[in-house]
Structures are given as C-alpha cells and as structure tokens.
C-alpha cells in the first residue's frame, strides 16, 4: 500500500527522475542537453524548466551552449517552439533567481537574530 504524503505528484515526479538517471549512463552534460531538447520540442511550461536549472549548472552548461542547443533544433521543433522555450526558460531562470534571493534574505535575517539574541 502506498505511503501518504502531502505532495504526491511531486514525489512521483522526482522518483520518475532519479530512476531514469541511475538507468542511464549519458555524462551530466549529454543528459541535461538532451532532457532540455524534449522541453523545447514538447513546448513545456516554465516550471518544467526551473526542474533542471540546477542539474544544468551542476553539470557547467552555460547560456551559450542553451543558445546553441536552440539553434541546433529550431529547424526541427520550428521558431514557434524554439521562441515559446527561450520565453519559459526565461521565466524558469526569474523564478529561481527570486527564490535564491529569498533565502538569502531568510538566511541574514535568521543570522542577525541569532546575533541579537543573548
């Protein structure tokens, strides 16, 4: 019997994922290239993007090699799709940027008041 858990879909998801990459023997970079090409061509929303924005840097993949990654299969998935994906990840890289900001700003505010308090 399945276990309960306050976030079910997300907990699917993420066993789904650390499944396919342990059965899979691609380096990080050549899965990460190859997880964001079935973004683009699937046309996947924002959220879908910020998911790997972490494997991506962990595995050194750089704005350059994403522009590349676009212009290696615009002629394939088409410009509707290529800028629809340069639109998402946009937003993806907002999202997580705002999120980074946060828990700084949470982190100084729990060191300044563990300083403040005797």
């Known amino acids: 019997m399945a276990t ?3 976030t079910p879909v997300l ?5 789904m994922t650390i499944d396919s990459v ?7 970079r050549t899965l990460i290239l190859a997880r964001i090409a079935a973004l683009i061509a699937m046309d996947a929303p924002a959220i879908s993007y910020l998911a790997h924005i972490d494997p991506a840097m962990k595995a050194d993949f750089t704005v350059e090699q994403l522009q ?3 212009v290696a299969i615009a002629p394939v998935v ?3 799709r290529v800028m629809s994906a340069a ?6 890289f907002g999202v997580a ?4 900001d946060s828990e700084a700003e949470g982190i100084a505010q729990a060191e300044a008041k563990s300083r403040n308090t005797p």
């Open 97 to 100: 940027i705002a999120l980074a």
């Open 68 to 70: 590349d990654l676009l």
């Open 22 to 28: 342990e059965r899979c023997h691609m380096d990080g």
């Open 11 to 15: 907990d699917t998801i993420a066993a």
């Open 4 to 6: 309960e858990s306050a």
């Open 87 to 92: 639109g998402h990840i946009t937003q993806a």
């Open 78 to 80: 088409g410009t509707a």
